[in-house]
């Protein structure tokens, strides 16, 4: 009898002891880290399961669920409003295809020089210079400075400019995502009166001058003289 007695003490007592260190266990879980919420339940009634917005997707790129529904990849030939691909592969097929086939879609009106000049001020004049001459102040940081439009690049027909904006050339990056297609072929004119800013008793001569006015206006606005 008294051996069973002993027994059942002994169980309460292994009984209360585990309890008590269960409790303290529990208790001090996240001590350390006075902004964890130490031990969670029930994690979903704390934090909620909506994704944020531009999550990754990560179970398949078009499932449907709350747990799932982050970012999706468009449907394959989906193209934005307003937008139209540019048809031609960056390769050099389709860098002759472009200087054979692409005619500017942008009629040229002084309005158009103008914002063309505007453009080229920001974009390309760092490493082109102001006169096309490729003497900016980047280019002579470059292993190899832009050539001239006037010189070397004389006869780039405009569908080779448009496609070296689109895609870049060597140590020229893409301005794809900078400029949209209209501002690009506003930019393509520009480059063509460059082209011909060195021809003799053109009007086009006057290029360098009106170019020399956009970067005292560019040097103006920094406070520069
Ligand atoms: C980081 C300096 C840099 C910037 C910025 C830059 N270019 Fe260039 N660009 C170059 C270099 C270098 C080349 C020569 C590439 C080659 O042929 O190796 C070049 C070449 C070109 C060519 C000739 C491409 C061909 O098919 O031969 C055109 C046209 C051109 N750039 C236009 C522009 C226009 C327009 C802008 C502004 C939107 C611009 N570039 C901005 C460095 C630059």
Known sequence: MSGNYTTMIRKVLTGVLTLASAVVLISSCGKKDANSPG???????????????????????DSVG???VGMRLPVPGTIPRGFMPYPYPNTTEGYEAAGRELKNPVPLTPEILEQGADLYSKFCIHCHGGGGGGDGPVAAKLPGPPPAYYGALKNLPEGKIFHSITYGKNMMGSHASQLSQHERWVLV????????????????????????KVVASAAGVKGKK
Request: aromatic content about 10%.
């Open 66 to 68: 709350i747990q799932t």
């Open 39 to 61: 031990i969670e339940y029930m994690p979903d009634m704390y934090r909620s399961p909506s994704l944020e917005v531009y999550n990754q997707n990560w179970l398949s790129s």
């Open 189 to 212: 004119h520009y480059i063509q009166k460059l082209q011909h800013s060195k021809d003799a008793q053109e009007p086009g001569a006057s290029a360098v001058d009106s170019t020399k």
